[in-house]
């Protein structure tokens, strides 16, 4: 492992305060120039949080960059497209768009073709809104809930039997 270095993007708070965006690590394994993302993207359930949630992810595939080791001090940078391959791995908040009922029959009767077509993400990547020319790994696992409920982009669908209130959009 050589050319080891980190940096991060601030997606949040005025697009500089770092609440959301991301860190990352360069590295060259061999001859091989890997960049591992964590990211976290802005959250919630309105049509406006999706096109929020899209440009933190336009943001930090325009901005990620890293001291280029090979430019003899003169300050150069690289970036995503640079590199061999990139890992992105994070909080990316994307929903299910279904109700909440619905997306919990589709988890209960294992239909997950149902819920991959209700997949935000999937949708806005195929549309070119997010991560554009990215391709999304085998989904193994079953979308993310918490006990008041399956994450959907409906506001108000909640309704988990968890007891008390929901959780922060």
């Known amino acids: 492992v050589s050319e080891a270095r980190v940096t991060s993007v601030g997606c949040g708070v005025l697009g500089v305060f770092g609440n959301k965006g991301c860190v990352g690590a360069w ?6 120039a890997l960049c591992i993302l964590c990211a976290h993207l802005s959250s919630g359930q309105q049509p406006s949080d999706l096109a929020r949630r899209n440009a933190d992810a ?3 595939v325009l901005r990620t960059s890293f001291p280029d080791p090979n430019d003899g001090g003169a300050g150069g940078t690289v970036g995503l497209g640079d590199a061999d391959h990139v890992l992105l791995v994070g909080d990316l908040n994307y929903r299910l768009n279904l109700e909440d009922l619905e997306a919990r029959r589709a988890m209960a009767t294992g239909d997950w073709k149902r819920l991959r077509q209700a997949d935000q993400l999937a949708g806005e990547m195929a549309a070119g809104r997010a991560f554009p020319g990215w391709e999304e790994g085998e989904l193994t696992f079953r979308p993310r809930t918490s006990s008041a409920g399956v994450r959907t982009s409906t506001p108000g669908t909640w309704t988990g039997s968890g007891g008390g209130a929901p959780p922060r959009p």
């Open 27 to 32: 590295l060259r394994v061999h001859d091989t």
């Open 58 to 60: 336009e943001d930090i």
